[in-house]
T-cell receptor, first 115, second 109 residues
Framework: EAQVTQNPRYLITVTGKKLTVTCSQN?????MSWYRQDPGLGLRQIYY???????DKGDVPEGYKVSRKEKRNFPLILESPSPNQTSLYFC??????????????FGNGTRLTVT | LAKTTQPISMDSYEGQEVNITCSHN???????ITWYQQFPSQGPRFIIQ???TKVTNEVASLFIPADRKSSTLSLPRVSLSDTAVYYC??????????FGAGTRLFVKA
């Protein structure tokens, strides 16, 4: 089944403790992206990747890192989480950004709480 | 970048047609307009996409006027299960994506 898989679904951590949220897609998609969703603010893009070893900042990249060493994986890294990063995070992928009719496929989300 | 503006919420009754309009500011010439549906605790799901005029699939219709500065998602004969948040997205140049805050649709019996 074609899908985007995020892990974990729920994560509670403390301020300053490094964490990684994994994202994997099995559709051979070139484009992958991370979003955070907060009440009243919709989906805001954190980082995106056009292909392996090609990443760029979205609208809210501060406090986050990403890597794209393999086409299928796009982990989100919080080196020193803070309470303002408590949010619902979504990973998404699409076939190719150059193809303007490539819709995004989303994972089921990771709910992160930083205390 | 194409900023999108949508109504915050809408109410409807089962069996009615619902139209949700999105305004796209500065949409690029080669951008498509895409709509997504999101249920609680799930990721957004693609509904429909178009470039101009009208597109229809088994779920919805999408109307895009000639100037492409707005689009209207039309859900025919909604049911309780259509209660969700609907997002329009201008698939932007520069490969960034801009989602609006979404429209919360509540369908009543």
């Amino acid at each position: 089944e074609a899908q985007v898989t995020q892990n974990p679904r729920y994560l509670i951590t403390v301020t300053g403790k490094k964490l990684t949220v994994t994202c994997s897609q099995n559709m051979n998609h070139e484009y992958m992206s991370w979003y955070r969703q907060d009440p009243g603010l919709g989906l805001r893009q954190i980082y995106y990747s056009m292909n392996v070893e090609v990443t760029d900042k979205g609208d809210v990249p501060e406090g986050y890192k990403v890597s794209r060493k393999e086409k299928r994986n796009f982990p989100l890294i919080l080196e020193s989480p803070s309470p303002n990063q408590t949010s619902l995070y979504f990973c998404a992928s699409s076939l190719s950004p150059e193809s303007r009719n490539s819709p995004l496929h989303f994972g089921n989300g990771t709910r992160l709480t930083v205390t | 970048l194409a900023k999108t503006t949508q109504p915050i919420s809408m109410d409807s009754y089962e069996g009615q047609e619902v139209n949700i309009t999105c305004s796209h500011n500065n949409i690029a010439t080669n951008d498509y307009i895409t709509w997504y549906q999101q249920f609680p605790s799930q990721g957004p799901r693609f509904i429909i996409q178009g470039y101009k005029t009208k597109v229809t699939n088994e779920v919805a219709s999408l109307f895009i006027p000639a100037d492409r500065k707005s689009s209207t998602l039309s859900l025919p004969r909604v049911s309780l299960s259509d209660t969700a948040v609907y997002y329009c997205l201008g698939y932007t140049g520069g490969f960034k994506t801009i989602f609006g805050a979404g429209t919360r649709l509540f369908v009543k019996a």
